[in-house]
């Protein structure tokens, strides 16, 4: 299938369609977030101390911020007709497996294994603990939902139809870290 929804969305929707799905999709994540007790960061997840619904909120929006701002700044320099909504939805569309990720800590799941092997590291046993089955599982679930979203901004980002130079994938990659 030549436009697969999976591998670009940002091919197959439309702007308008994409942002409203985005917006909805953002909304649903922040209550998710404050639902599972999970704060997010632009590569990261922290399902340790207490979360605020407020907190959750802009942690989110400024998720979306830096993501939409840094992107739309190399876009352009990279190509001056780099349009904000495609960054903008490049930024929403590419939570959603994060979101989806979040799901990990039901019923506090990723929190009480988290605390365990730090326990296990303030301790000094962590080489005589053993992490469960369902926590591996879970972690490489979490490692491919990770992984999917870098690949959705990257190909969100794709700013040009033609083969990019090697500087535009460093860039790229430097501004994600960054």
Do not use: C
């Not at 700044?73 to 979040?102: E, Q, W």
């Not at 972690?139 to 535009?168: C, D, M, N, P």
């Amino acid at each position: 299938m030549k436009n697969n929804i999976l591998l670009n969305p940002f091919a197959v929707i439309n702007d308008r369609k994409l942002l409203l799905f985005g917006i909805l999709t953002f909304l649903l994540g922040i209550y998710i977030a404050f639902s599972m007790q999970v704060s997010l960061q632009i590569l990261r997840m922290d399902p340790l101390g207490e979360i605020t619904f407020e907190n959750v909120f802009i942690n989110h929006s400024l998720i979306v911020i830096f993501l939409t701002s840094s992107f739309f700044a190399l876009g352009k320099i990279i190509n001056k007709k780099t349009r904000f909504i495609d960054i903008l939805n490049t930024s929403f569309i590419a939570l959603i497996p994060v979101y989806i990720s979040l799901f990990q800590n039901i019923n506090g799941f990723l929190s009480k294994e988290v605390n365990a092997i730090l326990s296990a590291i303030e301790n000094g046993k962590i080489y005589e603990t053993t992490p469960p089955i369902l926590f591996l599982i879970v972690s490489l679930l979490g490692l491919v939902f990770f992984i999917y979203y870098i690949y959705l901004l990257f190909i969100g980002f794709k700013t040009e139809k033609k083969k990019k130079k090697a500087w535009h994938y460093v860039a790229f990659f430097a501004t994600l870290i960054i």
